[in-house]
């Protein structure tokens, strides 16, 4: 391949050329979000920043950056190779895109952060709007009971018109975007997943009908190029676009050290609505949830708590369905949810708590389960889900 010049890559259109400069400004070396943003100002666009002399530049950032601007980032032509592919490698009924920060369809929510990305790649019904959002947020390894109510939040907020954020990861989020994702309305985007990889791959691997469902109703984004593969890294940082995308975070199980609590700190300092869904004082996944609520979270029992502290929804109301999924067939299944309470127990104590015999607790478990009232657990436990 001939040399390319420093503000335009060989054949690019002139609409490549454009993100070209955004994504060579993200990609440089030693200059981080807020500089470049800087340097927006200062210039008024990345191709202008490019043909400033070393001194000019100096004015503004330092000599060491100055020098890093005015060289081509080892990886660009390989970048900007990779994303024009990708462009040109859509999937049937999926529209994908790049947005710069200055692109009308860039979201506005998201220019209003500290550090928001120069360049994000989109995929998904990009036509679809996203104006009202709720992140939710969790534990990846998640109680059956935090997944259940992770997918009935994300189900009825979807139902009333908001649009469920989350980060496509295993456990909560994968409920959540399933929840929105049910009987989604038509003409609005249902979910945003946000990923921490480029948008060639699919992480975890085992999401790849997950994704494939979000592209198709909603919306699947990232700062990061194609070719990104998944590092650790990645995943904080993209808690804040999370955050940016929503009006209100709601955390549903979480550890005291988990991305979920830096997503609700992400949105804290954004000035953004902060929930979370009390549960056990004995569960290591309800501490999370009970720290922030100690520092001010608006504790959560229905979407309607939610509903409540955002102005778009101030007057929304939504009809929960309590009936079970399927009637119960014998009162020896109603002495099984009794016995169980709200925590989990084994076989051994449900039959001291209820005197059934083996085979009557047996079978009353496995209908309840099929009638979708109780899950099966590690450890041979079992636990009621409330709706």
Known sequence: MQALSLTEPVNATTEDAIWHDWLRLQMTPMVGLQTQHKLITAFGSPSAV??????????????????????????WHAVCARTRQWLEQSLPGVEQAV???????????????DDPPLVLFAQGQLHLPCLHAVAIVGSRN?????????????????????CVVSGLAMGIDAAAHMGALER????????VAVVGTGLDQVYPRQHHVLARQVALHGWL??????????LPHHFPRRNRLIAGLSQGVLVVEAALKSGSLITADMALAQGKEVFA???????????????????????????????????????????????????LKDVHQQILLDALGHEPHNLEVLLIRTGLSLEAAMMGIQ?????????????????????
């Not at 490019?50 to 990886?75: C, G, K, M, N, W």
């Not at 989604?184 to 979910?191: E, G, I, K, R, V």
């Not at 984004?221 to 998944?230: D, F, V």
């Open 50 to 75: 490019f043909t400033q002399t070393a001194s000019v530049l100096h004015s503004y950032v330092s000599e060491e950056q100055a020098q890093s601007l005015l060289r081509i980032p080892d990886e």
């Open 99 to 113: 947005w710069t920060w200055d692109h009308p369809m860039y979201p506005s929510s998201l220019r209003d952060i």
């Open 142 to 162: 998640p109680t059956p009971q935090g997944a259940h109510n992770a997918k009935r939040f994300a189900h009825q907020l979807q139902q009333i018109g908001c």
């Open 184 to 191: 989604s309305l038509p003409d609005q985007c249902a979910t």
């Open 221 to 230: 984004l990232s700062e990061l190029p194609p070719g990104t593969p998944p």
């Open 277 to 327: 869904i009390p549960g056990s004082i004995h569960s290591v996944l309800s501490r999370g949830c009970h720290l922030l609520l100690r520092q001010g979270a608006k504790l959560v029992e229905s979407v309607q708590d939610v509903l409540e502290e955002l102005p778009m929804f101030s007057h929304a109301s939504i009809q929960i369905d309590n009936k079970p999924t399927l009637p």
């Open 367 to 387: 209908e309840l389960s099929d009638a979708g009232k109780i899950a099966v657990m590690p450890g041979g436990l079992y636990q009621q889900l409330c709706d």
